[in-house]
């Protein structure tokens, strides 16, 4: 099982943006908190969190955002061959990526082939970092990053959840978690991400028309309900989106990344 579930502040709790003049739209309005259910396990529940909500406290309209640009990506199986790239750590690469990327006037080592972003080597690491979810707003963020494997029968999304707790932001879950849940399972807990917040969301802005709005907040309530009917074909539209992965090229950038690739772990001669 997985799930995304998530809560919204009521709305009168919601803090307005801006200062002087305080004003709200559709992402400022899912302010609320949120976490991952998965197998059994709570991912992004926080240790020494006196808040009586111990989770991520955003704003739900980014994790939304994020899973939908994240789920294509996901929902592409990745090769068999790839599996051990896709499966492995930066740490374990015998290169950084970013090695490949010239600097101005820069005098070339590799025998001039790495034109960024052509270069294998990024084609790879960019590919291996688009199964990432987007959780670079949080301080001491944790890694989780989704993929899809088919074998026979089997036809799983793999979660995996890395997270060194620094002595201040912590989180209940393992410092490494790994778990797979049926692919339909994932596909289901997007959609259903999807149609809760759209729910939640057309109830408050039938609220807000009935009130008139929040006292003091500026809040344009045409383009309110114009921007939450578009929100509601973002997922459909995402799906339709197909990845263009250039194979070969994520194929030998791998290689390049992962040769020598026990570089890391081998003992000093």
């Known amino acids: 099982m997985i799930r995304f579930r998530f809560e919204l502040y009521p709305l009168d709790e919601v803090s307005p943006w801006g200062g002087d003049r305080p004003t709200l739209h559709w992402f400022g ?15 992004l529940h926080r240790t020494r969190q006196v808040h009586p909500h111990p989770f991520v406290d955003y704003y739900l309209a980014r994790l939304w955002e994020d899973v939908n640009v994240l789920t294509p990506t996901v929902l592409e199986p990745v090769p068999e061959d790839l599996q051990p790239f896709i499966d492995s750590h930066p740490a ?12 101005p006037d820069e005098d070339r080592t590799d025998g001039g082939d790495a034109d960024a972003p052509d270069h294998p080597v990024l084609t790879a690491a960019i590919w291996y970092g688009e199964h990432d979810l987007d959780l670079g707003y949080l301080r001491n963020p944790p890694r989780l990053r989704f993929w899809r494997t088919t074998c026979g029968d089997r036809d799983e999304i793999t979660i995996d959840w890395q997270h060194e707790d620094d ?3 912590g989180f209940t879950a393992d410092p490494t978690v790994r ?50 009917d578009d929100r509601r074909h973002w997922l459909a539209r995402n799906l339709d989106r197909s990845p263009e ?15 020598d690739g026990q570089r890391a772990s081998a003992p000093a001669s």
């Open 92 to 103: 374990q690469w015998a290169c950084d990526p970013l090695e490949f990327v010239a600097e």
């Open 179 to 228: 778990l797979s849940v049926p692919t339909s399972a994932y596909r289901e807990a997007v959609h259903t991400l999807h149609r809760d917040l759209m729910i939640i969301m057309g109830q408050r802005i039938e609220e807000l028309e009935r009130r008139g709005g929040l006292p003091g907040v500026d809040l344009d309530l045409v383009q309110l309900r114009r921007e939450h």
């Open 245 to 259: 992965t250039d194979w070969d090229a994520v194929r030998r950038g791998a290689r390049q990344l992962l040769v």
């Open 29 to 43: 309005l899912t302010d609320g908190w949120y976490w991952l259910e998965v197998g059994g396990q709570e991912l």
């Open 167 to 169: 002595g201040e932001i």
